[in-house]
């Protein structure tokens, strides 16, 4: 059996499939029967309480009445309206992602010094073992670039004297070390395979010092390096915006559950990063990107709100592009009337799209936006209103950044390693038990029969 005989489906296990499908489906009914939460959420989009945390709050709706209104969506980290934050060093003409990991991790903002000073240890870790480059990262590389990423963080394992070490301060170092290097691994991982497998020119740029993050991103990646502040300075918000979003999205849960077993560091946010490569979560950006696209070869008139409209009532009868019955980057797990960070991106989107000439894609973005909420709400049954949320934007963004599809999911963990992070401490510190979520059986007990008796 040749390697790649091993990718095949055999009709063997065409078969075996048919039996999992035969035998796995549950009656959708029996969740209601038990109260069920799937996705751990009520049909109205309130999570179920798994645990506490002092990291981040998602708000959607008030209580008036003992009822649930909802209200325009509010982000917090660390109590700090998000909105501010970005405001605050927008105005002060400097990056911010720096400044919300320290946050993020430490439960306070910085000042000067502590900013100055916690910039040099993240600059310090950004450097990778010796050979790792090229033992590594330039061996055997993948086409996915979140696998790259897990499978160098786990490498990482073997390079740490003290791995399995779970102590406070020992996984801070490790959490700071990965903070500051999955730019690298993420990009080299991206040189490596755009090199290998579609023959470009190889380009390893060495990290500046100097540099932020969300700069040091566009000049390793670009073969001269160069960017410009307006660039620079959107890719940093976007890093700010996706840095946290409380304890129960789906990575970050994963974190909390992975940290409660007491494995290492290198474990933990490689689990998170298996649980954000999936569509439904970190990868839902790249579907919006395929989404215009096709869009915007089957909508002949782009200011035609008419046009428009029938497009997205056929992607919700399955009629266009994947046929999922999905209007990509409108809709949130909890938000209703509005994203908050879909709201913060969008004027900055704007003026990048001024600067990159592409004023009528983003006429086209914001002309969906509008009429998105009322094409589903005609076409489906609401039980909470329905906003774009930030995925909407930041594909559109990456694109005008001249950033490979490859590469999106991992600006996202680059960015929410910083919320990862912080859960992993936080779960450390408060030493909780280990995970473990309730299922109902419903399963019919059945006697067993004699292997010589079954026809």
């Known amino acids: 059996m040749n390697n790649n005989?091993?990718?095949?489906?055999?009709?063997?296990?065409?078969?075996?499939?048919?039996?999992?499908?035969?035998?796995g489906q549950i009656d959708p009914n029996l969740y209601t029967k038990y109260e069920v939460k799937r996705?751990?959420?009520?049909?109205?989009?309130?999570?179920?309480?798994?645990?506490?945390?002092d990291i981040a709050e998602v708000k959607a709706y008030t209580i008036e009445d003992h009822e649930l209104v909802p209200c325009e969506g509010k982000l917090y980290y660390r109590g700090i309206d998000v909105e501010n934050i970005v405001n605050g060093f927008i105005e002060d003409?400097?990056?911010?992602?720096?400044?919300?990991?320290?946050?993020?991790?430490?439960?306070?903002?910085?000042?000067?010094?502590?900013?100055?000073d916690f910039t040099t240890v993240l600059s310090n870790y950004r450097t990778l073992p010796t050979s790792f480059v090229r033992d590594i990262i330039m061996k055997a590389p993948s086409q996915d670039m979140m696998n790259t990423l897990a499978r160098s963080v786990l490498t990482l394992y073997s390079y740490d004297d003290n791995a399995d070490d779970t102590s406070l301060p020992n996984v801070l170092r490790q959490c700071l070390q990965l903070i500051s290097l999955f730019p690298v691994l993420s990009v080299y991982g991206?040189?490596?395979?755009?090199?290998y497998h579609d023959g470009n020119s190889l380009y390893i740029h060495s990290p500046q010092p100097e540099l932020s993050t969300a700069e040091n991103i566009l000049y390793m990646l670009r073969p001269d390096s160069k960017y410009t502040p307006l660039e620079a300075k959107i890719l940093d918000i976007a890093l700010v915006l996706h840095a946290e979003h409380g304890g129960g999205n789906n990575s970050t849960f994963t974190t909390h559950v992975v940290t409660s077993t007491g494995t290492d560091t290198y474990s933990a946010i490689a689990a998170s990063l298996g649980s954000l490569k999936g569509p439904r979560h970190g990868g839902a950006n790249i579907k919006v990107i395929k989404?215009?696209?096709?869009?915007?070869?089957?909508?002949?008139?782009?200011?035609?709100?008419?046009?428009?409209?029938?497009?997205?009532?056929?992607?919700?009868?399955?009629?266009?592009?994947?046929k999922a019955g999905l209007i990509y980057g409108i809709g949130h797990a909890v938000y209703s009337l509005s994203d908050p960070r879909a709201n913060i991106f969008k004027g900055y989107v704007e003026s990048l799209a001024n600067e990159k000439g592409r004023n009528n894609e983003f006429q086209l973005y914001s002309m969906v936006e509008k009429l998105a909420p009322a094409v589903i709400a005609k076409e489906r049954q609401m039980y909470k209103g329905v906003s774009a949320n930030v995925d909407f934007y930041s594909g559109f963004?990456?694109?005008?950044?001249?950033?490979?599809?490859?590469?999106?999911?991992?600006?996202?963990?680059?960015?929410?390693?910083?919320?990862?992070?912080?859960h992993r401490i936080e779960e450390i510190i408060n030493n909780g038990k280990i995970i473990r979520p309730a299922y109902k059986s419903i399963a019919k007990h059945t006697p067993y029969e004699s292997l010589k008796d079954r026809n």
């Open 39 to 53: 996705g751990l959420r009520d049909i109205n989009g309130k999570g179920v309480l798994a645990g506490l945390t």
């Open 291 to 322: 989404m215009f696209e096709d869009m915007k070869t089957e909508v002949k008139d782009w200011s035609d709100e008419d046009e428009i409209s029938n497009y997205l009532a056929n992607l919700l009868h399955k009629q266009a592009f994947d």
């Open 5 to 23: 005989s091993l990718s095949v489906i055999t009709d063997k296990i065409l078969d075996l499939s048919k039996l999992c499908t035969s035998t």
């Open 397 to 422: 963004v990456y694109s005008m950044l001249d950033l490979p599809l490859e590469l999106y999911t991992p600006i996202f963990a680059i960015s929410r390693i910083s919320g990862w992070s912080a």
């Open 190 to 195: 991206y040189q490596a395979y755009s090199h």
């Open 93 to 116: 003409d400097r990056f911010g992602f720096e400044e919300v990991t320290y946050l993020l991790l430490f439960g306070k903002l910085p000042t000067k010094k502590e900013l100055i």
